[in-house]
């Protein structure tokens, strides 16, 4: 399958597997059927783009499917969500797994053994053949399965014994979907920190079981770890109160405003803008994923959703299109064109707003920036306070209130 980064691309996909988002996506969904696999959707790069909104996801499953035959499709694009609204009121979590791998990284360089261990996993040389596969995978197609994501991290955990924000981070260098959210929380959850005590264990025997239809398998895991002893921390991250932005895209908007596109919100259309900018402005933003170098995948499909992006918007809205890549850049560019005010789609906690919000903080006081979050996530959020349960709970109330429901 090819993972192209455009909005047009992500349609296309959505529309194919549409006919499978109902009762085959829930019975088979935990099937690993390789790459040109069609039972789960592989829409993750488009969502974490924002080249799709997850409402317009929504929306199409429910046109297509009752709302019951959906309910497992319709949970997990709620995962996406729950995840993103626990780290924004848990932001520390980010940043602990930041300084944490910045000091695992630096006891890579000094100790030989653990250097060679994690080469190792990365380069797929361990010996546990399904895992060795999997490390190429990523590196070689920037995607992996949901149950090869589980497995990987519990072997490398459990198993390998390496330290789970290095995983993490290699993870986050070649996914084209690498989230701060759903990836540092899943590898806690299967560490055992996110639902405190509670490991998940990659067993051989289910391993080759939902791998017997991938082109390559099944896949062995012999003398893969049988334990799984939850992963402790010092620290506990205290809930902080959310403080989310308008629904509409900086409203009121009436002064003449440029709109900055980027890593996490790389579309105008799932913005919903009410009346044109003056100006686009393209901000990618990859390489601030990790210290570490950024996977090709993963690079070229944030790159080029911005770069479709501000294209995109640019002919839309008949205006010119420029890209932010330097550090200073951004006054320049708005001097350059007597632009006042930025709006732009919500910048959630993670690199992209690690790598942009200082700047767009110190921009002179006569320049405004505005961001904008869709009623979805202003919704769901709220409960996204603990366990997933509660925002599972609130599903047709906050779909009814977005005016989503099914067909
Ligand atoms: C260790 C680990 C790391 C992960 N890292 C990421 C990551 O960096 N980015 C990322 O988007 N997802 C991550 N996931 C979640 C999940 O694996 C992917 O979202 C999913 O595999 C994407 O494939 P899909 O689009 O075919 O999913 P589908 O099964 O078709 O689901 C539809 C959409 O729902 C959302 N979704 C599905 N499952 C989950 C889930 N378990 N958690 C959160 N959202 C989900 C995704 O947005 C997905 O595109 C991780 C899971 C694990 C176990």
Request: glycine share 8%; hydrophobic share 40%.
């Amino acid at each position: 399958m090819q993972f192209t980064p455009t909005r047009e691309a992500g349609l296309t996909r959505l529309e194919a597997f549409l006919p499978n988002a109902g009762a085959y996506y829930e019975r088979t969904r935990n099937h690993d059927h390789g790459l040109d696999r069609m039972n789960v959707s592989q829409l993750s790069p488009w969502l974490h783009a924002a080249l799709l909104a997850e409402r317009e996801v929504l929306e199409r499953t429910l046109e297509n499917h009752s709302r019951s035959n959906a309910d497992k499709f319709v949970s997990e694009v709620f995962w996406r969500i729950y995840f993103k609204g626990y780290l924004e009121q848990r932001p520390t979590i980010w940043r602990a797994f930041c300084e944490k791998r910045g000091d695992a990284l630096a006891d890579l360089a000094n100790n030989s053994g653990r250097a060679k261990a994690y080469a190792e996993a990365t380069e797929g040389r361990t010996g546990i053949a399904a895992f060795d596969h999997w490390a190429r995978e990523l590196v070689e197609t920037g995607y992996l399965h949901n149950h090869a994501r589980m497995w990987f991290a519990s072997i490398w955990i459990f198993t390998l014994k390496l330290d789970w924000v290095l995983g993490a981070d290699f993870f986050l260098r070649h996914l084209m979907d690498g989230d701060a959210a759903s990836n540092t929380l899943s590898w806690r959850w299967v560490g055992g920190l996110h639902t405190k005590g509670k490991t998940y264990q990659a067993r051989a025997d289910n391993i080759e079981r939902y791998t017997s239809e991938h082109p390559d398998g099944p896949f062995a895991a012999e003398g893969i770890s049988d334990e799984a002893e939850a992963l402790e921390e010092e620290i506990e991250h205290k809930r902080q109160d959310l403080d989310l932005p308008d629904a509409k895209p900086g409203s009121p908007l009436d002064k003449r405003y440029a709109l900055l596109l980027h890593d996490e919100a790389a579309h105008h259309v799932p913005l919903d803008l009410p009346h044109p900018p003056e100006l686009v402005i393209g901000a990618a933003r990859p390489d601030a994923r990790s210290p570490e170098p950024i996977g090709d995948h993963a690079r070229s499909f944030a790159q080029g959703a911005v770069e479709s992006g501000v294209e995109e918007a640019a002919q839309a809205f008949d205006c010119p299109g420029r890209s932010w890549s330097e550090e200073g850049e951004l006054n320049q560019i708005l001097r350059d064109t007597g632009v006042t005010q930025i709006s732009l789609g919500f910048l959630p906690t993670g690199w992209t707003k690690d790598a942009l919000w200082p700047e767009l903080q110190s921009l002179p006081d006569d320049i405004s920036v505005k961001q904008s979050l869709p009623d979805l996530q202003r919704l769901t959020w709220p409960h996204a306070r603990a366990g997933f349960f509660r925002v599972k709970k609130e599903i047709d109330d906050v779909l009814g209130e977005i005016g989503v429901a099914a067909g």
